[in-house]
């Protein structure tokens, strides 16, 4: 049977992420020792899974209003108010399946045939294809590291033709670790609006953020008219498998969104956003204590692996926000998804190739750290060893 007249051509056109190709080669490989995963490594705080046992005991299993439960929206805007300064209304909430999903609905519903949707690259996997199977050209912006990996304002004007609608920005960044201060984010915000595009602000890691306080886009008024925020529960809370997310927009940005999430999907699971009461209510009274304790773990592991991966001769930028080190290979000769394959193959260890993440990833490695300390110790005295066997350029 032929089924490629049943396959949507934009479809068939995607590309296997790369994250996955790789894990494919990784089962090979049983008792590897694995870096490889970005999600927490804690499991979520124990009063948010009790809320939302209780949810389901109580029988409280049908489905929410669309947008999600009120007392959820009013809770997703004080609590942005209070830890990222910027102003939601409630009815400017939509709970979503995850960052994910609001990512989706951010270009589905802004993205026409042909549309140019800027990305600064390296990043998330999701985006491109997203941007594709909306209809659009999703444009790759490389984002250099000796600028901090993070976009300019040039990169924007010079990419920018009549055909671009918008642009991705994504920090803290994942797969860098890198973040933008007010001053660089004030320094592109004139570009967007100069430009006339709108922003998809992925603020996924914002409570993941080492160097002080996050600052969103968001709070700058000539980018929040102009801007769909997307956060959720997944990093900061430990919440990956809950499939727990948000977008905030003003209402006519919000509206073809909400229709789309809708038809598509009717609500986010009822017992997750029990369990997100639960969550931002007892933060916000609190003060975020268990978020607090998971970002100091993960700071002290950034620093171990930011010390340990340069000791063992790799080029590294200091991340500075959610749980990633980008280390280069360059210099060692090789391209990352070659120094990740030897990694894996002599020395069992997990670590991701830079290429996932965009072309200009090409000569890094995506290491995650939210991996207990003994595993990292193990992990990183195994990259050692593999460097120092292999590489002539090594320091060791
Ligand atoms: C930058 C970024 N955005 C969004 C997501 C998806 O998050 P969620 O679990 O909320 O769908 C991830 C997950 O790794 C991510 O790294």
């Not at 570009?191 to 953020?209: F, K, N, R, T």
């Not at 700058?220 to 809370?237: N, Q, T, W």
Request: charged residues 20%; aromatic residues 10%; glycine residues 8%.
């Amino acid at each position: 049977m032929d089924y490629t007249k049943f396959i949507n051509p934009r479809a068939a056109a995607l590309r296997p992420s790369g994250i996955r190709k790789f894990f494919d080669a990784v089962n090979e490989v049983p008792d590897a020792i694995s870096l490889g995963v970005g999600e927490p490594d804690f499991r979520t705080p124990y009063f948010i899974g009790d809320r939302a046992i209780k949810s389901v005991k109580d029988g409280r299993t049908q489905y929410t209003a669309n947008n999600g439960k009120s007392e959820l929206r009013e809770l997703v805007s004080q609590y942005l108010q209070a830890r990222m300064g910027v102003s939601y209304s409630p009815s400017e909430v939509l709970i979503t399946v995850g960052a994910s999903e609001a990512i989706d609905l951010a270009l589905r519903a802004t993205v026409s045939d042909g549309d140019e949707v800027l990305i600064p690259e390296p990043c998330f996997v999701s985006y491109a294809p997203c941007v594709a199977l909306a209809g659009g050209v999703p444009v790759p912006l490389p984002c250099k590291e000796s600028e901090g990996f993070i976009v300019t304002p040039e990169a924007i004007g010079a990419a920018c033709t009549a055909k671009t609608k918008s642009i991705l920005l994504s920090y803290p960044n994942n797969p860098t670790g890198a973040v933008m201060n007010e001053t660089e984010i004030r320094a592109v915000a004139d570009a967007i609006v100069g430009h006339d595009l709108l922003l998809i602000s992925d603020e996924i890691y914002a409570e993941l953020s080492f160097g002080g306080a996050h600052f969103s886009p968001a709070r700058i008024p000539a980018l929040r008219e102009r801007c769909i925020y997307v956060g959720g529960f997944s990093k900061a809370f430990a919440m990956t498998g809950w499939r727990l997310g948000f977008l905030c927009a003003p209402a006519p940005l919000y509206s073809p969104m909400f229709k789309i999430h809708q038809y598509a999907i009717m609500c986010a699971p009822t017992f997750s956003q029990y369990a997100g009461i639960a969550a931002l209510s007892q933060s916000l009274t609190d003060g975020f204590e268990a978020v607090s304790a998971m970002c100091g773990s993960y700071d002290k592991r950034r620093r171990f692996m930011y010390k340990a991966l340069t000791d063992a001769g790799l080029d590294c930028f200091e991340p500075m926000g959610a749980f990633y080190i980008f280390p280069s290979v360059k210099r060692l000769g090789v391209d990352g998804e070659t120094f990740a394959m030897g990694l894996l193959e002599q020395e069992k260890v997990v670590v991701v190739p830079g290429s996932a993440f965009g072309e200009s990833g090409k000569y890094n490695v995506r290491i995650s750290y939210a991996y207990s300390m003994q595993k990292l110790i193990t992990a990183t005295g195994r990259i050692a060893d593999y460097i120092h066997n292999h590489f002539k350029e090594g320091k060791t």
